[in-house]
């Protein structure tokens, strides 16, 4: 029996992209899904999505820099289901138009940025915590991404994924003692629907050539990362930031 049988997961983002991506996993694993999104009709049309293909979910509108909302709506899933056993982080802001350099953007552009993709991140997490603090393999997986790692050629968009790495790190020395294991993945090029529709060829181009295989990043690649680290095979590893990104954010 999968370990994810009747257990709960919740995700913000989760009405398109990864987010659903994550929720079809593991509900066919046998886990109830939230899809927290702000965009209401795609949170609820990514869960009817997910119930016609045989899965438990449901979806809630709700905006993540929310702090009112967002404690009712982990409230309201931990209630009907006894708890939260999986927070994904995974809501953000990531369009090119946040890929430029702080200087260009300008503070209320950078301001936007870090309150969806920083402080929403710990926003939710405050509210998840009460419901998943004591469980048995409670865990919550945030979404950094490659653009963490590349020094001096850092975006604001980056900037604010190397504060979620740090968060992670931060998060679980704090939630370690309450039995919560914390982790990140840091996706490189995947190429997703939106990346394609986004990405100029020439930032497709770029990204390619800085990767140590080459292959185009997929859905699963990330996918899968996110079980294995959310899964009893992770219950080891705490504060860890997982890069997916086929060599192209490589260091040491």
Partial sequence: MSEWKSRTAVITGGGRG???????????????????????DAAEEA???????????????????DEARMNAVMAQLAARHGGIDLLI?????????????ITEMGLEKVRRLFDV??????????AARPHMKGRVGASIVN??????FLG????????????VAGLTLGFAGELGP???????????MILTETIREELSPQSKALAKSMQLIDAEGAEADVVSALLYLASERARFVTGETLRVTGGMAAGV
């Fill in 18 to 40: 990864f987010g659903l991506a994550f929720g079809r996993a593991l509900a066919a694993e046998g886990a109830h899904i939230g899809l927290i999104d702000i965009d209401a």
């Fill in 47 to 65: 869960a009817r999505s997910i119930r016609n293909e045989g899965g438990a979910a449901e979806g809630l509108p709700g905006d993540v820099t």
């Fill in 89 to 101: 982080n995974n809501a953000g802001l990531h369009s090119e138009a946040y890929s430029k350099p």
């Fill in 117 to 126: 993709n920083v402080s929403g991140l710990v926003t939710c997490t405050l």
């Fill in 143 to 148: 979404i950094s991404s490659s653009a963490a």
């Fill in 152 to 163: 001096g050629r850092m975006t604001a968009y980056g900037v604010s994924k190397l504060a």
């Fill in 178 to 188: 309450e039995g919560i294991r914390v982790n990140a993945i840091a996706p490189g």
